[in-house]
């Protein structure tokens, strides 16, 4: 385990605990979630490093890397993930009209991608996984491990994309600089995060599925995550929501509840709700420029 003495948005070394939260997916561990006392952002402190991590993702309900799997929540995820998949193109291509080229952090096995291809985007992921690297390639997509980043040094890409990616990543700083300067001068990002200011968060509290420790190492807000990109020069230019994940998140946070159908529907419907106004939807996608 490693313990950040640093806050990973402003450098300050204040942190109070905000919620103590259980790994239900594989360890069953608690961790806690920390809150600095200058900016407000949220992490996951101590975490296990990145030599540590790895076993945290062996479990055969983590979704992103798999594609087959047969629970009936599963099935469910599998349909929104290709409604999902259609709506994120759209947007990518809605934003960029001339957009020729994109680049997936994070890509897993590469169904985004394989998506963009077939819109006759120029496509490149990026992912640590071997084997979901290797399903990747099954469909003639190029992926690299993220260590091998700085071999595109002097190209540039159109859009680059992280598909909840961003709170995973443990060299954040190095990671995200690299990330800004493979951009194109008129590039634009698309960063998906979960929302700890959604009502659903609110509502579950530690028991909110999205916070997802020990994996998800930073929990971004609005205000923390606008505070982040700044220092890279970066700045939102668009914020959209994704509904669907308020009733994904319900249903993984009323995991032991009887009732965990009707009441993640309720709940998930709740929180689309509430977020009408304040933009506070369970999950954000966030659309980023240069400054
Ligand atoms: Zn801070």
Redesign the pocket.
């Known amino acids: 385990m490693e313990i950040l003495k640093n806050?990973p948005?402003?450098g300050?070394t204040s942190f109070v605990l905000y919620a103590k939260c259980q790994d239900k997916l594989v360890s069953h561990d608690f961790f806690e979630v920390q809150k600095?006392n200058?900016?407000a952002?949220l992490f996951t402190n101590p975490r296990p490093s990145k030599d540590e991590i790895g076993p945290y993702y062996q479990s055969e309900e983590y979704f992103s890397h798999s594609t087959e799997s047969k629970s009936l929540i599963s099935k469910v995820y599998n349909k929104v993930r290709d409604i999902n998949i259609r709506s994120k193109v759209n947007l990518v291509k809605n934003e960029l009209k001339d957009v020729e080229s994109i680049l997936d952090y994070g890509c897993g096995v590469g169904l985004f991608l394989k998506q963009c291809k077939l819109d006759g985007l120029k496509v490149q992921g990026v992912e640590p996984s071997n084997e979901a690297r290797e399903i990747a390639s099954e469909y003639s997509i190029s992926v690299i491990d993220p260590d091998e980043l700085s071999t595109f040094l002097g190209q540039s890409f159109d859009a680059i994309s992280l598909w909840h990616v961003l709170e995973h990543i443990h060299d954040l700083d190095e990671k995200f600089n690299e990330l800004v300067n493979l951009l194109s001068p008129s590039g634009k990002m698309f960063i998906a995060l979960p929302n700890p200011d959604s009502w659903d968060a609110n509502h579950y509290g530690s028991d909110w599925a999205a916070f997802d420790v020990p994996r998800h190492l930073y929990h971004f807000t609005k205000p923390t995550f606008k505070k982040f990109i700044a220092k890279y020069g970066m700045k939102i230019v668009g914020i959209q929501p994704m509904k669907f994940d308020a009733f994904y998140v319900s249903l993984l946070s009323e995991e032991n509840s009887i009732m965990k159908y009707p009441n993640a529907f309720l709940k998930g419907f709740i929180s689309n709700l509430k977020a009408g106004s304040s933009m506070n939807y369970s999950s954000l996608i966030y659309i980023l420029e240069r400054q």
Request: aromatic fraction near 12%; charge should be neutral; proline fraction near 0%.
């Open positions: 806050c948005v402003c300050q600095c200058s900016c952002f």
